[in-house]
């Protein structure tokens, strides 16, 4: 039985396959799109294969490019969408941390004694001092707070990005070289499909935490952290 070869018009892949397939459409291993095989002579049935064989091809399988993981044609928009509000989430909570430390700021300086009054009375200067700190101390209390909850966030996304990671090379690793049913095949390519969309959703989820975090770590520094939260998130 001869072979046929031709390429995908969708995503010019090369691909080969039995003349038996000549005139059926087929998926494209790589862009998963219908592809039409030139016309057979002899068309008998066949299985599909998940590896691309150095030797000549099985009349019972379909081989699949070896090393060439499946694209998904198509991703969600709300990745790109996360990442394009990210400058204006990032500016919003700096605007409003600022705002605050101002209207903290003004209240301690409203309430600092003239010259005058601090010459005459020492312990009064001592005392608002004392008030001054208190005053500021929640305020930086709450924003550390905060960073330690993106530092976590961080962490969790970071950690479902490489467990995406890991799940996808598992899957390659199983069916790599192969030969399946029409059946299982499908099934695989949509298991193929899906690691890929995780994947790419925990990236951009780790990005936006990333962002969050370094909005909020600004604010603590301006307000005089001194933990170094940046170390932890690495």
């Known amino acids: 039985m001869g072979e046929v070869k031709f390429s995908c018009p969708q995503c010019q892949q090369r691909l080969s396959c039995d003349e038996m397939y000549g005139g059926q459409q087929i ?34 399988a379909k081989p699949i490019p070896e090393q060439r993981r499946p694209v998904p044609p198509r991703r969600s928009l709300l990745p790109k969408i996360a990442l394009s509000m990210l400058p204006v989430i990032g ?24 010259a005058e009054s601090n010459s ?21 209390q709450k924003v550390e707070q905060a960073v330690i909850s993106q530092v976590r966030a961080v962490q969790a996304a970071t950690q479902r990005r490489n467990t995406a990671t890991q799940n996808r090379d598992l899957l390659h690793q199983t069916y790599k070289g192969k030969n399946l049913p029409q059946a299982q095949y499908s099934a695989v390519m949509q298991r193929y499909k899906a690691a890929d969309d995780e994947i790419a959703n925990s990236e951009a989820a780790l990005t936006v935490a990333k962002n969050n975090f370094e909005a909020a770590f600004l604010r603590y520094q301006q307000l005089g952290g001194k933990t170094d939260y940046r170390s932890q998130i690495q």
Do not use: W, Y
């Open 27 to 60: 998926q494209c291993p790589a862009c998963a799109t219908l592809v039409e095989v030139p016309p057979p002579l002899n068309p008998p049935a066949a299985k599909l294969s998940i590896n691309r064989p150095q030797t000549a091809v099985s009349p019972t």
């Open 91 to 114: 500016l919003g909570v700096i605007i409003i941390l600022a705002v605050r430390g101002f209207k903290s700021s003004t209240t301690s300086s409203s309430a600092v004694p003239t």
């Open 120 to 140: 005459n009375s020492p312990a009064l200067a001592a005392d608002h001092h004392e008030t001054s700190k208190t005053e500021v101390s929640p305020e930086l």
